[in-house]
T-cell receptor
């Protein structure tokens, strides 16, 4: 158990819908990262937050957005869903200024868009 | 932009034997970190081993060790005494340090099967 929690574990929805994925980082970790794992694109970095502020953006679509709340949990919002958004979405957390720069991954949320 | 290449999509090894997974990367930076992550069928991403670019000594973690060749930009993973539980996807990953963001760039992965 990495200490990072993600809910829900599975999500099935229809095209055009909007969903919210939630992540709680490990205790003490200030940084949250979101990654998408799909068959055709592999593991891709989407976005990073550090202590409530957006720190970096990767290959995140405009239909996707995220935020980190004062209690440090984070939410990834996916809207106008398309079939191609079906993927495993991981959240990871780390202590950005930590010695080891290790990222600890949550169990992921499996999103299926029908 | 940095890239990570894993040239072996699939590999297999007999139980108790040794196997080496290859990884090359491309970066113009001098300070960075390299990682191997394991993803078993459960889909959980598990950190196997890490290497700081400024350290010449190769990292080891029990049966797992790396061969880090900085000039060649190569970072291979050696698994000794392979066990059935080592069956998984293995991802090589890379972080550039100093930019304030530490996002991981992953390779496409190597699917390792340990055969009894």
């Amino acid at each position: 158990d990495s200490g990072v929690t993600q809910t829900p574990k599975h999500l099935i929805t229809a095209t055009g819908q909007r969903v919210t994925l939630r992540c709680s980082p490990r205790s003490g970790d200030l940084s949250v990262y979101w990654y998408q794992q799909s068959l055709d694109q592999g593991l891709q970095f989407l976005i990073q937050y550090y202590n409530g502020e957006e720190r970096a953006k990767g290959n995140i679509l405009e239909r996707f957005s995220a935020q980190q709340f004062p209690d440090l949990h984070s939410e990834l919002n996916l809207s106008s869903l398309e079939l191609g958004d079906s993927a495993l979405y991981f959240c990871a957390s780390s202590v950005v200024s930590g010695r080891k720069n290790e990222q600890f991954f949550g169990p992921g949320t499996r999103l299926t868009v029908l | 932009a940095q890239t990570v290449t894993q040239s072996q999509p699939e590999m297999s090894v007999q139980e108790a034997e040794t196997v080496t997974l290859s990884c090359t990367y491309d970066t113009s930076e001098n300070n960075y970190y390299l990682f191997w992550y394991k993803q078993p069928p459960s889909r959980q991403m598990i950190l196997v081993i890490r290497q700081e670019a400024y350290k010449q000594q190769n990292a080891t973690e029990n049966r797992f060790s790396v061969n880090f060749q900085k000039a060649a930009k190569s970072f291979s993973l050696k698994i000794s005494d392979s066990q059935l539980g080592d069956t998984a996807m293995y991802f090589c990953a890379f972080i550039e340090s100093g930019a304030g963001s530490y996002q991981l760039t992953f390779g496409k992965g190597t699917k390792l099967s340990v055969i009894p």
